[in-house]
């Protein structure tokens, strides 16, 4: 497919393990996006990155969370010490690049994560 | 306060009657607002983009309208379907930040046959 993808569609972890969200952009979008969507809520800027730098991490909650996107293509979230609070819907997207406005961002299907 | 309110929270439809979403923001200066659609367990679809100059923008049964003296932006959804039964989220770029989407809390739309 063509689409953003996210791995896994759902994740369940217990409270203060390490986990790890995966997106993969549509080919050659340069820019990538990570949201966070707790229930009933709109989704919430975590980060963005242009090419393989995050450009704006100010997002992130706290400093349990970090990601990277080392070739400038895949994106991992990494969430540490996870808390029941983390739990939420993680949406990606992505975007061609950051020359307009107008720019679409495309939207993966999200990882549905879950700590107990 | 949320810089984007969205009105009502849920609605319930039945199938070929037509509906309004109500959208407030606070938002300023912006250079955009769009609406998505977003199916259960979905990302959310683009459905319509407007700068803030214009007024009104149409993608098929679905129309958006923007009052930027107000600050209020609706989606009129016209002959619903029971596809068009989803979230339905409005969504306010500001001029700085052009990547910072600002979402609503979106509006739940339940078309019944």
């Known amino acids: 497919g063509a689409g953003v993808s996210q791995t896994p569609s759902n994740k369940v972890t217990e409270k203060g393990k390490y986990v790890e969200l995966r997106c993969d952009p549509i080919?050659?979008?340069?820019?990538l996006y990570w949201y966070r969507q707790s229930l009933g809520q709109g989704p919430e800027f975590l980060i963005y990155?242009?090419?393989?730098?995050?450009?704006?991490d100010s997002g992130l909650p706290n400093d349990r969370f970090f990601a990277v996107r080392p070739e400038g293509s895949v994106s991992t979230l990494k969430i540490q010490r996870t808390e029941r609070g983390d739990s939420a819907v993680y949406l990606c997207?992505?975007?061609?690049?950051?020359?307009?406005?107008?720019?679409?961002?495309?939207f993966g299907p999200g990882t549905r994560l879950t700590v107990l | 306060k949320n810089q984007v309110e969205q009105s009502p929270q849920s609605l319930i439809i039945l199938e070929g009657k037509n509906c309004t979403l109500q959208?407030?923001?606070?938002?300023?200066?912006?250079?955009?607002l769009r609406w998505y659609k977003q199916d259960t367990g979905r990302g959310p679809v683009s459905l319509t983009i407007?700068?803030?100059?214009?007024n009104t923008k149409s993608n098929g049964r679905y129309t958006a309208t923007l009052d930027a003296d107000t600050k209020q932006s609706s989606l009129h959804i016209t002959a619903s379907q029971l596809s068009d039964s989803a979230s339905y989220i409005c969504?306010?770029?500001?001029?700085?930040?052009?990547?910072?989407?600002?979402f609503g809390t979106g509006t739940r739309l339940k078309v019944l046959a």
């Open positions: 080919s050659g979008h340069t820019a």
């Open positions: 407007m700068t803030f100059s214009e």
């Open positions: 969504v306010v770029i500001p001029t700085s930040g052009t990547y910072k989407y600002i």
């Open positions: 997207a992505s975007s061609p690049n950051l020359g307009s406005s107008y720019n679409e961002q495309f």
């Open positions: 959208c407030n923001y606070t938002v300023s200066p912006f250079s955009n």
């Open positions: 990155f242009q090419g393989t730098g995050a450009a704006d």
